[in-house]
């Protein structure tokens, strides 16, 4: 917290994961300068981590900031239909990765082989496990987005991720980009609020987790510039969350 | 201007308010250096100033381009709320700021309040006050906006400000992000568009008020991103605008 | 390509042309040292060059890594509108353009007076054509793009750029932002999408591109922060083009 904290306003503890699908090196610097204490977890998007030309220097930049990196979980399902998972390993601890994401949101992928992948990477990396369909048509209920979150957490997981892509608009959303709230507030409270990072790409979403769920919250695919916004919404120092975060002086974690 | 102006446009005069909701130091410094000469006045957006980490490092930096800096008026809403406005007032000048925005658009205050603050700041401090709720279902006539700008101004607010928010859907725009023209113009007309900044989010309604008042129209809440387009809307030079601003060779301020 | 490319994707060819609206030094420096291998051309959008303070430390900057640069078309119709085509290319030698658009999207230009502009500039510049009106009520059909397309090829273009704007709203586009898709693939066919640029400024019109007309067509208007996760969607390693990318291994150029 700024030296002046004239507010006294509680500390922070929700995790903040955020969505990287790029950014310069400069970029990356100054956020963390500016914001590093909001900062948690550095998801670099999808494949883009394949392609950045400037990988090494990137991974060493986010390292000397204490932050850990993961590599998003599409990239491993691109992986795993060519048929390449022990290449990828081999990239991953080349890289020094400590951190992976495993997720089956566009491939078919039985349950049973995603539990072996979870328990498997867990060995030897800190493993985030994403549930949800990219397919908006596909809309799980409760009792299974439950099930399926304990499963994993259960196989090794260190959290389990609910899915809303970058547009939020599948998994905990629906198609129209609306939340599917009383599926979030059933699986919240049987699975445990402290092992689930729920995707919320825009604010309105962010704004509803946190009066919803409290301003600790762990919330995920976090743009890089609305690291600070949701900082400010965490703290009731934005109009969408003002009254609530106020009304709760001491929220809980 | 650049050196070969060949276009021979006229010089621009109206106000470009920059809404900044956590800029890094060197993006800051590049946009100044690519547009200085376009952005006016910096508003660090609501609460951002409280938890920015470098704050005073990006206020030194502002200044030493000469670009007075002003706090979001959601910041000043949430002292109010806690009963720290002195400690708020303390906290301004140990960081040196010269402006405040006073608003309204989320708490409940009573207008002799408000009027009360406007004064009150104005011994000190240069202000902004802003006026329209953040809450999409209020919707002001233009009788209404006009007494409240006109009391505002006369309490000692330097510049008076039409509420938008950053997503255009409040204010001056309907709920549905299309704009409350007939307000908007009644307001102008009666007010003085030299006393008011019009937020406009939006390119569309950027290219309204530069339609409709011309191109030396005082617009708030760009984002740092805009401020190169919107002076391009300015002078003629993106489709949106180009024949209307043709049309007025020697636009009046 | 990243050293270690144990994915064995195919090499990358299709034109990646680069929608910069303003972009700072820096950000322009890291998105080439991140990703300039996927950046073909930058255009430097509709006027905004001409309002750039720092328009030739820029120029410099793209010129070092060897980038070409195009300044947007609708700044040659606010040129033409005002009668100052020669000063124009004098102010486009002086600084150092190689490249230059013309457009008719905004200002009404006979086909012969826009055919003999292509000719004239193609004598001095390498000639992006752009065919499409930015007014969204304005739909062509597919005879009437392929006829348009193939004269200003003939005239001289190097390229021919199929109108969208930045929000993806015209041209090629319906006013409502679906894609007008038999259109589409009919001049492709006809025109050969070798000699077409298509404007796609969202991720599911370059996800609909790479989809239908594979992974290596031109595709224009693309913002900065999106050079990267169009790569990704062109190697199949993001959600929206994984399956189909995959079932091509060897993508035709």
Redesign the interface.
């Known amino acids: ?2 030296a ?1 904290s ?2 006294e306003l509680p500390p922070r503890q929700g995790l903040t994961h955020v969505l990287d ?2 950014l ?4 990356t610097r ?2 963390l ?6 900062v948690d977890i550095v998801k670099l ?4 981590s ?6 090494d220097a ?1 991974l060493d930049l986010l390292r000397s900031y204490g932050k850990p990196v993961v590599p998003g979980g ?2 491993v ?3 795993y ?2 048929g ?1 998972l022990d ?2 390993k ?2 991953l601890q ?1 890289h020094g990765f400590t951190h992976v994401e495993i997720s089956d ?3 078919d992928m039985p349950r049973e082989r995603k539990l072996e992948l979870v328990a498997d990477f867990a060995r030897d990396f800190t493993v985030l496990s994403e549930v949800g369909s ?1 397919d908006p048509s596909v809309e799980l209920d409760a009792d299974q987005w439950t099930s399926w979150l304990r499963e994993e957490l259960d196989a090794g997981a260190w959290k389990v991720v609910t899915e809303a ?1 970058e ?1 939020a608009t599948s998994g905990i959303f629906a198609a129209d980009g609306s939340m599917r709230t009383s599926v979030i507030t059933d699986v919240a409270a049987e699975v445990g609020t402290e092992h689930v990072i729920f995707e919320a790409p825009t ?1 309105a979403s962010q704004a509803w987790f946190i009066k919803e769920l409290g301003p600790n919250v762990h919330l995920g695919n976090i743009a890089p ?1 609305d ?3 949701l ?2 919404l965490r ?5 969408d969350t ?2 609530e975060v ?1 009304g709760d002086p001491a929220p809980t974690s």
């Open positions: 917290l700024p002046s004239f507010l699908k790029g310069g090196l400069t970029a100054e956020l300068d500016a914001a590093g204490d909001y998007g999808w494949g883009t394949y392609v950045l030309q400037n990988l990137k599409t990239f399902e691109a992986v239909v060519r390449k290449e990828y081999s990239w080349q949101g566009t491939v990219k892509r547009g604010k510039e690291v600070i916004p900082e400010t703290l009731g120092l934005r109009s003002l009254k106020l």
